[in-house]
């Protein structure tokens, strides 16, 4: 499940999903656009805050693939 998904399922916005994770709303934004590579601090709170139900590798998702390619995970 992707953490779009997962946030319109549950009803909850950015800005909340961001302070239940301790994470800037804009840092949040732009991992969940493909901007941002998200650090394996940010992927443990979604996949805690989730209960497992978005996963660290699933944040990559969104990512153009010639940056995916060259990530090590």
Same mark, same amino acid.
Request: aromatic share 14%.
């Given at each position: 499940? #992707?953490? /779009? %998904?997962?946030?319109? #399922? $549950?009803? +909850? #916005? +950015?800005? &909340?999903?961001?302070?239940? +994770?301790? =994470? $800037? /709303?804009?840092?949040?934004?732009?991992?969940?656009? @493909?901007?941002?590579?998200?650090?394996?601090?940010?992927?443990?709170?979604? &996949?805690?805050? #989730?209960? @497992?139900?978005?996963?660290? %590798?699933?944040? =990559?998702?969104?990512?153009? %693939? /010639? +940056?995916?390619?060259?990530?090590?995970?």
């Amino acid at each position: 499940m #992707t953490l /779009r %998904e997962y946030l319109y #399922t $549950n009803d +909850i #916005t +950015i800005d &909340e999903f961001a302070k239940m +994770i301790f =994470f $800037n /709303r804009d840092y949040v934004s732009r991992v969940m656009r @493909g901007m941002y590579r998200p650090s394996q601090r940010f992927g443990l709170q979604v &996949e805690m805050v #989730t209960k @497992g139900q978005v996963k660290y %590798e699933d944040l =990559f998702d969104k990512m153009p %693939e /010639r +940056i995916v390619k060259n990530l090590v995970v």
